[in-house]
């Protein structure tokens, strides 16, 4: 009996955990109304576009750190102005020269310096 419920606190904790690791998923216009409320969260936001120029307005403070760089995210919102930034090895994997709709997994951060960690087409 104190091996079964050892199991079933053990599965609860861990499914708690899992749980709180996982990105949550929403549409880009939900983001751009309200981005502060995902601060410090991993989320996955589908229908944006990766810009093939870099004509894409962002905030003042856009400067990534070492080793990443910035990559123009266009949101269906034309009035966000996000700063999004990739690591130079994630993004020798984007296909260059053309505009891409896909769905992009970032952590996103208070000073709206936003680090992507995944792009699916």
């Known amino acids: ?26 549409d880009a216009d939900t983001y751009c109304n309200s981005p502060s409320k995902y601060n410090g969260k991993t ?3 589908k229908n944006v ?20 760089k910035f990559l123009p995210i266009e949101f269906p919102n034309p009035t966000y102005l996000g700063c999004f930034i990739i ?6 994997n984007i296909t260059s020269g053309r505009d891409l709709r896909v769905t ?3 952590k996103s951060d208070p000073n709206n310096i936003n ?6 087409q």
């Open 1 to 26: 009996m104190k091996k079964l419920l050892f199991i079933l606190i053990s599965a609860f904790f861990i499914m708690n955990t899992t749980n709180a690791q996982a990105a949550e998923l929403v």
């Open 43 to 45: 989320i996955t936001v």
């Open 49 to 68: 576009i990766i810009k093939s120029k870099s004509n894409t307005p962002t905030t003042a403070n856009c400067k990534p750190p070492q080793g990443y």
């Open 87 to 92: 690591s130079q090895s994630l993004s020798n």
């Open 104 to 106: 992009i997994t970032f």
């Open 115 to 120: 680090t992507i960690t995944q792009i699916q």
